[in-house]
C-alpha cells in the first residue's frame, strides 16, 4: 500500500524524464525572445524528482470531488536558477493547479547551460492528480 501511495505522487516522473531528456549532441533552441527551450544541459533539480514528490499533496477539495488529471506549469529558470514566469499551461482546478503552482516555488534549481555559459531556460513540468 505504502509503494503505491509514493507512486501516485510521482506518476508524472516518466513524462517529465521524456520532455527533458537531452542528450549532449542536441542542438539548443530559442524562443523569440532568446530564451532557450533546449540547451546542452537542461537545468536540474537539486534532490531530483523525489523531491518534488516529497513536497506535492493531493488538494482536500481535488479530492472530496474526485478530480483527477494533469498539470501542466510552465516558468522559466534564469541564469542563476531562479525560477520565474510560472504559470499553469493546462488546468485542472479544485486547488490541483494551485498545489502545482506552490511546489514549483519550492523548487531549487541549477541552471542550464549552453557552451558553458548559464542560460535562461524555459521549461514545462507536467503533475498528474490520480487518486
Excluded: W
Aim: hydrophobic share 40%; net charge positive.
Amino acid at each position: 500500500m505504502r509503494i503505491f501511495k509514493y507512486t501516485k505522487k510521482i506518476s508524472f516522473i516518466l513524462l517529465f524524464i521524456s520532455v527533458c531528456t537531452l542528450n549532449s549532441q542536441q542542438r539548443s533552441f530559442k524562443d523569440e525572445n532568446g530564451i532557450y527551450l533546449a540547451c546542452e544541459k537542461m537545468p536540474e533539480i537539486t534532490g531530483g524528482l523525489k523531491t518534488i514528490a516529497s513536497m506535492l499533496k493531493y488538494p482536500p477539495k481535488a479530492k472530496k470531488e474526485k478530480v483527477q488529471g494533469m498539470v501542466y506549469v510552465q516558468f522559466i529558470v534564469d541564469e542563476k536558477g531562479k525560477i520565474s514566469s510560472k504559470k499553469v499551461i493546462r488546468s485542472l482546478g479544485a486547488g490541483c493547479d494551485e498545489e502545482a503552482l506552490r511546489v514549483i516555488s519550492l523548487l531549487k534549481i541549477k541552471p542550464g547551460y549552453d557552451k558553458g555559459k548559464p542560460v535562461k531556460v524555459k521549461m514545462t513540468l507536467p503533475f498528474r492528480f490520480k487518486l
